[in-house]
């Protein structure tokens, strides 16, 4: 780590932007007036393995690759990863045995954006959310035509279910009624990047055994992730009918558009979902997010949702912050 802050160090003028949870943010600007001011990256991302991605996103910066690049190689470490059942190739199927991918790519500069939903049989959704955004005039390609798209752009494929993906799909799909569908879990990968612009992705196979055809709030820009290069960038995970019902991410952004902290932010969402949703609390949804003063946070409707963050001084899991139901107060009018 401290290699890479030297490198960051050694090409140019840094501003270093808080990389405390909270904090004020603080600015140390060097000397050399001519040199490119960078802003030390803070990359935050969901769950525990999100933190093989960031590391991976960290040294895609440190080598001089720029956000995008950082986002979407970071995140094929985890659509690389065949033990993870809820992203990529070793994703778990649908409820027809067809694993279909999800997944989503926004650039702060520009406010660009690139989704790709219920792709099948290529490896890196993440790569052709960015072929969208960056070959095509659309926002988002869907099912069959998204991978005739992807594979025209050369995009790599995957033979998937991977065998042991199948055999327990060939277990679930005997004995259904016994069998709870297992927990998905997404990952988002958000950053602001040494140019000081935000950038976010998101991948997905979604909730196991879905119906075929099912997509969830990864690829929604706006629900499963939402970058605002004025604001911040913010991605969720967990249940995503809960997440795109209400635009989770886009609030996320907004709360910090109106003075909120990362965590405070990503809290008051999840407050202002759980009043509102039916479910009240059992809501099963997720948010982190980072903001201009490099402040990061993190917060679930319960407990256990944890969440990596990386910078140059250190790639650390952290625990979310997490809804409390004396939080909620009264629930809207539309529970019944
Ligand atoms: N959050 C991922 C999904 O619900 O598909």
Not at 54 to 75: F, H, P, Q, V, Y
Not at 170 to 180: D, M
Not at 240 to 268: D, H, K, L, T
Request: proline share 4%.
């Amino acid at each position: 780590m401290l290699t890479n802050r030297r490198s960051f160090l050694k090409q140019s003028t840094v501003i270093t932007v808080g990389t405390a949870a909270v904090g004020p943010s603080k600015l140390s600007i060097g000397e050399n007036k001519k040199m490119p001011k960078v802003v030390e990256p803070v990359i935050v991302s969901t769950w525990p393995f999100g933190k093989a991605s960031n590391d991976e996103a960290l040294r895609i910066l440190t080598m001089g690759g720029s956000g995008l690049d950082a986002i979407e190689k970071g995140i094929w470490i985890t659509e690389n990863d065949l033990g993870n059942g809820s992203v990529g190739a070793g994703g778990i199927p649908n409820a027809e045995g067809v694993v279909q991918l999800d997944a989503c790519i926004m650039s702060g500069p520009g406010h660009r954006a690139g989704s790709v939903a219920a792709i099948e049989g290529v490896r890196h959704p993440i790569s052709a959310a960015r072929k969208v955004m960056e070959k095509t005039k659309h926002v988002m390609l869907v099912g069959t035509g998204a991978k005739a798209f992807a594979l025209k752009e050369g995009l790599e494929t995957a033979q998937m279910p991977i065998e042991s993906r199948r055999q327990e799909w060939l277990k679930w799909k005997s004995n259904q009624e016994k069998n709870a569908a297992k927990n998905h879990d997404t990952i988002a990968l958000i950053l602001l990047a040494p140019d000081g612009h935000f950038y976010g992705g998101c991948s997905t196979s979604g909730w196991a055994y879905k119906l075929n055809g099912r997509v969830g709030d990864s690829p929604i820009i706006g629900g499963g992730l939402y970058v605002d290069d004025d604001v911040g960038a913010a991605g969720a995970t967990g249940l995503g009918e809960n997440v795109m019902r209400y635009c989770g991410s886009f609030q996320v952004v907004s709360f910090m558009q109106r003075g909120a902290s990362p965590v405070e932010a990503c809290m008051e969402t999840v407050k202002a979902i759980a009043r509102k949703d039916p479910k009240g609390a059992d809501l099963s949804i997720n948010f982190i997010a980072v903001d201009k003063q490099g402040r990061y946070g993190a917060a679930g409707s319960a407990e256990g949702f944890s969440y990596s963050v990386t910078t140059t001084t250190f790639s650390k899991v952290l625990s979310a912050a997490a809804l409390s139901s004396k939080d909620i107060g009264p629930v809207g009018g539309n529970r019944n």
